[in-house]
Antibody, heavy 124, light 105 residues
Framework: QVQLQESGPGLVKPSETLSLTCSVF????????WSWIRQPAGKGLEWIGH???????TYNPSLKSRVTMSVDTTKSQFSLKLTSVTAADTAVYYC??????????????????WGQGALVAVSS | DIQLTQSPSSLSASVGDRVTITCRAS??????LNWYQQKAGQAPKLLIY???SLQSGVPSRFTGSGSGTDFTLSINSLQPEDFATYYC?????????FGQGTTLE
């Protein structure tokens, strides 16, 4: 079955770069868009961006200047880098698959599989 | 960005009740609206996609409806495991956005 698993440091110092990797099992990483979503403690969900294995990424404009996403099809992994972090970036970070239902008007996307989440704290 | 406003923010209910959560979009999004359930300490789980399609494995007591700017998630005959936080999410245009959540207590 489809499984996603985030990995990376749980503690990052202010002004440094947050790096996370999502390992994908049970599905082709080349056939879907892959998203990163974060959730500060006790708050709602924020979509960071997504990318397709063979296409360019799309980032949330609110984070665009600090975000880089990439896909490694040979390892079936995709990754997130967030630069110049502050305490406001402390959150649980989720990776997710963008499922799609094809319609006449285009694809309708939804997050059908999620990782368990990785808590990243920004602190000195 | 498209804003999604859920109401109510919290809802008190009992086992066996029928409850309805509303999600209103700041502009028309067709049927590009999805619903998720999140329990404490867990990742969100997809319940409904494209406004009214039930995700595989989700009980039929969950139903979604709506189009344009107004959407609802209804839960018939609440079960103990349904007490959680529910989020709507739009995929009509980037950036994808979520509602602020509705906690079922």
């Amino acid at each position: 079955q489809v499984q996603l698993q985030e990995s990376g440091p749980g503690l990052v110092k202010p002004s440094e770069t947050l790096s996370l990797t999502c390992s994908v099992f049970g599905t082709s990483i080349s056939a879907y868009y892959w998203s990163w979503i974060r959730q500060p403690a006790g708050k709602g969900l924020e979509w960071i961006g997504h990318m397709y294995a063979t296409g360019g990424p799309t980032y949330n404009p609110s984070l665009k200047s600090r975000v880089t996403m990439s896909v490694d099809t040979t390892k079936s992994q995709f990754s997130l880098k967030l630069t110049s972090v502050t305490a406001a970036d402390t959150a649980v970070y989720y990776c997710a698959r963008d499922g799609v239902r094809k319609q006449r008007s285009g694809g309708a996307y939804f997050f059908d599989y999620w990782g368990q989440g990785a808590l990243v704290a920004v602190s000195s | 960005d498209i804003q999604l406003t859920q109401s109510p923010s919290s809802l008190s209910a009992s086992v066996g009740d029928r409850v309805t959560i509303t999600c209103r979009a700041s502009q028309s999004i067709g049927t590009y609206l999805n619903w998720y359930q999140q329990k404490a300490g867990q990742a969100p789980k997809l319940l409904i996609y494209v406004a009214s399609s039930l995700q595989s494995g989700v009980p039929s007591r969950f139903t979604g409806s709506g189009s344009g700017t107004d959407f609802t998630l209804s839960i018939n005959s609440l079960q103990p495991e349904d007490f959680a936080t529910y989020y709507c999410q739009q995929s009509s245009s980037s950036p994808y956005t979520f509602g602020q959540g509705t906690t079922l207590e």
